[in-house]
Nanobody, 125 residues
Framework: QLQLVESGGGLVQPGGSLRLSCTAS????????VGWFRQAPGKEREGVSC????????IYPDSVKGRFTISRDNAKNTMYLQMNSLKPEDTAVYYC??????????????????WGQGTQVTVSS
């Protein structure tokens, strides 16, 4: 059964850090482009990072550049999102996703076929 399962969300104070994990079963992540997305209430789902082939660049929007880092551990078939210097506007449900592999990934939802169930991240004092 093909499945992506996120973990690591929670409540954190502004300026704090969280690391989200996404473990895959039924698919091998290093054969896919992978991405992290988030959706806040009343807003569209937006990409916060993606990673294509091993020799391709990682992609971040300006809103998270320098604060978020995506990575992939092929041995564990797991991807991560390290989030530092968190802000209240980072509050959202975060989703991991996997899609067709190209050298250059695209952080838009329609480029991904497989999705996790989401994990809540709340940044508040």
């Amino acid at each position: 059964q093909l499945q992506l399962v996120e973990s690591g969300g929670g409540l954190v104070q502004p300026g704090g850090s969280l690391r989200l994990s996404c473990t895959a079963s039924g698919l091998t992540l290093d054969k896919y482009a992978v991405g992290w997305f988030r959706q806040a209430p009343g807003k569209e789902r937006e990409g916060v990072s993606c990673l294509g082939s091993s020799d391709g660049p990682t992609i971040y929007p300006d809103s998270v550049k320098g604060r978020f880092t995506i990575s992939r551990d092929n041995a564990k078939n797991t991807m991560y999102l390290q989030m530092n210097s968190l802000k209240p506007e980072d509050t959202a449900v975060y989703y991991c996703a996997a899609g067709p592999l190209y050298k250059l990934c695209v952080p838009i939802p329609s480029a991904y076929n497989y999705w996790g169930q989401g994990t809540q991240v709340t940044v508040s004092s």
